[in-house]
């Protein structure tokens, strides 16, 4: 689990920034690869799943493999595959744009609710419950929120021509201030 964690905060961190700054990151071949190692991984993690034991809800401990699939594929298979598929890769193999593979990887973001999980089953383990635990607790929260938040408005930055248009594209924002009209 706390593999799974690393892997993920790597990729709520690292994914927004490296579509935010393409210019910067496009250059940066070992990111790439790191990415679709990352994506074996997960696939890893899920064939990992299907033989772990689980606690079932009498609060005991199953270790029988074909109880363990039935329930992994009854309750969050689907869930883990939707979001796990490589589809950064198969839009390569598509030959699609780089930026747009790379776009792809973002409904990964999804298995956010294994890690909210985590930091609830965290957060009450903790038994000191101070007011700098608290406050350090709320700035982290803001920090990732704070991050994703700037990488998105840095990605959605468009330029207005008349017609509305959203357009992913390889540059940094134009400053709209720059944009002049003639009469």
Known sequence: TRVF??????ELLVQPATLCFWANTRSLTWLFYLSHALDALYIVRIALRLHTSFVNAKSVIIYDPVEIRAHYLATEFTYDALF?????????????????????????????????????AWEKRQADNDLATGIMRFLSIIIVVGHFAACVWNLLGFEFDGIATLELHDGPPVDPCLLYTSP
């Open 84 to 120: 796990t598929l490589p589809l950064s890769a198969f839009s390569l193999a598509l030959s699609a744009r780089p930026q747009t593979a790379y776009a792809l990887r973002l409904p990964r973001l999804g298995l956010a609710r294994y890690v909210g999980r985590a930091y609830i």
């Open 5 to 10: 964690l690393c892997l993920f905060t790597w």
